[in-house]
């Protein structure tokens, strides 16, 4: 069994509401591989919402508290996507998940890419949230590009 990103299979969970459907993560989930996640929304974070990007470091550094995750208001969001990242975690742990497909460059989800922090559409390196937990939790963590 898979954790995947809920926007991948077509729910309208991103902050834009944006559908962002990926066929062959679509098909798991037809298969009865996949359960669906929104990291964001488990962590109580309604949609739409203003976007949010993670400031001095990526989902390490945000678990480690080196880093915060700040919607383009200004307000710091950090703890709802630590409250997200730990029910993925628990849901992906209920039903014995060892592998994620979650979406690229999101700051919950990323698995190689985040935008920078800095709200300009440039990405860096790193992981999201989410994607660092599971991560840290020994569960292997590809993108719907990668997979
Ligand atoms: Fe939710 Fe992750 Fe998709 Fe963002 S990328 S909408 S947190 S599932």
């Given at each position: 069994?898979k954790?995947v990103?809920?926007?991948?299979?077509?729910?309208q969970?991103?902050y834009?509401q944006?559908?962002?459907?990926?066929?062959?993560?679509?098909?798991?989930?037809?298969?009865?591989?996949?359960?669906?996640?929104?990291?964001?929304?488990?962590?109580?974070?309604?949609?739409?919402?203003?976007?949010a990007?993670?400031?001095g470091g990526?989902?390490?550094d945000v678990?480690?508290?080196r880093?915060?995750?700040?919607?383009r208001?200004?307000?710091?969001?950090t703890?709802?996507?630590?409250?997200?990242?730990?029910?993925?975690?628990?849901l992906a742990q209920?039903?014995?998940a060892?592998?994620?497909v979650?979406?690229?460059?999101?700051?919950?989800?990323?698995?190689?890419?985040?935008?920078?922090?800095?709200?300009?559409?440039?990405?860096?390196a790193g992981?999201g949230?989410?994607?660092a937990?599971?991560?840290r939790?020994?569960?292997?963590?590809?993108?719907?590009?990668?997979?």
């Amino acid at each position: 069994m898979k954790i995947v990103s809920a926007c991948l299979i077509g729910c309208q969970c991103r902050y834009d509401q944006r559908a962002c459907l990926d066929a062959e993560t679509e098909a798991l989930l037809k298969e009865g591989k996949a359960i669906p996640v929104c990291p964001e929304q488990l962590g109580g974070l309604p949609t739409p919402r203003p976007p949010a990007e993670i400031v001095g470091g990526d989902g390490f550094d945000v678990l480690d508290g080196r880093a915060r995750v700040i919607d383009r208001t200004g307000r710091d969001v950090t703890a709802e996507f630590l409250a997200g990242a730990r029910q993925a975690l628990r849901l992906a742990q209920a039903v014995g998940a060892t592998s994620a497909v979650l979406k690229e460059n999101s700051p919950s989800c990323g698995s190689s890419f985040v935008y920078d922090g800095t709200f300009s559409g440039n990405k860096t390196a790193g992981v999201g949230v989410t994607a660092a937990l599971l991560i840290r939790s020994g569960i292997a963590v590809q993108s719907e590009q990668t997979k």
